[in-house]
């Protein structure tokens, strides 16, 4: 049987794929080795998409889904297929075409069409497989490359913000399902045992923790004493008016009076004058230097620092797949804007592990704040949320 799969998989190496689909057919009905049927069942749906043979690639897939106990043989298969559209985006790309033209040879249309129809269908059917408990997080993570390999495909942006959503639904579900370890953290986290592959967080009193399981993501929070995240302004310097200097009038003296006498009066009348001059001014620069210094303020964000004693709402970062599988961790810091209304207007930077971002970003997005406020006027802030990857 090992040399008939070889053979097979030496067809599929040569593009015979007529050749290899009869072989593999002929192996499927003569033995029942579960072993033997998933490398078959993987091997027949790539050579039914490297044909072009969508059709045949679906109601294969199809089959599998409803045949009881082959979910672990359909995900192998499904996943193929995800593979398969991305092999076939590449080539596109690899000769400077692009998916979504609508001027591309009709043969060429059609199959692009058939490609997002096989992957609509591998994403209607994982969602009854993950309503299966022992398949859940297997069949929730193809899911989610299935809905991003769709949203690659997109027709145009309509529909690229429809499967970016699908994918964002997919995330969440997994975020869900148990099979991630996140939480969200001000510092670098004790590290502390898990339960249940599920972080918790170091009390603060030491004392023993509850056989209770810790949420997926759980932050480290401190009391807020005010309803609204409020933080008050420097206190304003105070405006310091010079003062006006008494204006002497100068006394009538008769038109015989001297003439040192007049050259005095004309002196102190011209020194009285300059320093009305000079007060005046002071107190008209004054005000408007503070104006614009206040103008300034109220237009710059406040930089809050940790914004996780802030949230209203949080949402639950997805393992990525890939990185899962590679075992990789870390702490991944999400700096964000957030507007006058509590809502993430940007995120304006991250660091940590490469692979993590993306999900740490997604994630971060969807969170909700407090709305800051400053002299009682609600303004933008500053600040970030870490997310501690673990397994």
Same mark, same amino acid.
């Given at each position: 049987m090992r040399e008939r799969v070889a053979k097979a998989k030496a067809y599929v190496a040569i593009r015979n794929y007529g050749a290899a689909i009869y072989?593999?057919?002929?192996?499927?009905?003569?033995? /029942? *080795?579960?072993?033997?049927?998933?490398?078959?069942?993987?091997?027949?749906? /790539?050579?039914?998409?490297? %044909?072009? *043979?969508?059709?045949?690639?679906?109601?294969? &897939?199809? @089959?599998?889904?409803?045949?009881? $106990? @082959?979910?672990?043989?359909?995900?192998?298969?499904?996943? %193929?297929?995800?593979?398969?559209?991305? /092999?076939?985006?590449?080539?596109?790309?690899?000769? $400077?075409?692009?998916?979504s033209d609508r001027n591309l040879p009709k043969d060429a249309v059609a199959d692009v069409d058939k490609m997002r129809e096989t992957l609509e269908k591998v994403v209607e059917q994982t969602k009854v497989f993950s309503k299966d408990k022992n398949q859940a997080s297997n069949a929730m993570a193809l899911m989610e490359e299935a809905t991003a390999t769709r949203g690659s495909l997109a027709r145009d942006d309509f529909d690229a913000n429809r499967w970016k959503n699908e994918a964002a639904d997919a995330r969440e579900d997994l975020a869900s399902s148990r099979s991630i370890v996140v939480n969200a953290v001000s510092e670098v986290p004790t590290q502390t045992p898990q339960i249940d592959r599920v972080a918790s967080n170091t009390? %603060?009193?030491?004392?023993p923790k509850t056989n209770e399981t810790a949420p997926a993501l759980q932050p480290v929070s401190l009391p807020v004493e005010n309803t609204v995240a409020k933080i008050e302004p420097p206190e304003k310097l105070p405006v310091v008016e010079t003062p006006k200097p008494e204006i002497k009038r100068a006394e009538t003296t008769p038109i015989v009076a001297a003439n040192n006498s007049t050259n005095s009066n004309k002196t102190r009348s011209d020194e009285s004058s300059g320093a009305s001059n000079v007060a005046t001014q002071n107190n008209i620069e004054t005000p !408007?230097?503070? =104006?614009?210094? *206040?103008?300034?303020?109220?237009?710059?964000? !406040?930089?809050? $620092?940790?914004?996780?004693?802030? @949230?209203?709402?949080?949402?639950?970062?997805?393992?990525?797949?890939? =990185?899962?599988?590679?075992? &990789?961790? $870390? !702490?991944?810091?999400?700096?964000?804007? !957030? *507007?006058?209304?509590g809502q993430v207007s940007q995120v304006q930077n991250t660091s940590g592990p490469a692979m993590l971002q993306r999900a740490a970003m997604d994630a971060a997005r969807k969170w909700k704040f407090k709305p800051f406020t400053r002299d009682g006027q609600a303004t933008k802030a500053t600040g970030f949320v870490s997310f501690n990857f673990s397994l």
């Open positions: 072989e593999l057919e002929n192996i499927r009905r003569e033995t /029942n *080795d579960p072993t033997v049927h998933s490398v078959v069942n993987v091997l027949l749906i /790539n050579s039914f998409l490297e %044909q072009g *043979d969508y059709k045949r690639a679906q109601e294969f &897939l199809t @089959a599998l889904a409803k045949k009881p $106990g @082959a979910s672990a043989s359909y995900l192998a298969a499904a996943g %193929q297929v995800v593979k398969g559209a991305k /092999n076939q985006m590449d080539r596109y790309r690899a000769l $400077g075409l692009s998916v009390t %603060q009193n030491n004392q !408007i230097s503070n =104006a614009s210094a *206040d103008t300034s303020k109220i237009s710059s964000p !406040i930089a809050v $620092g940790s914004l996780i004693n802030y @949230a209203t709402q949080k949402s639950n970062p997805v393992y990525p797949p890939m =990185a899962r599988n590679m075992r &990789l961790t $870390g !702490i991944v810091k999400v700096e964000l804007m !957030i *507007d006058e209304t």
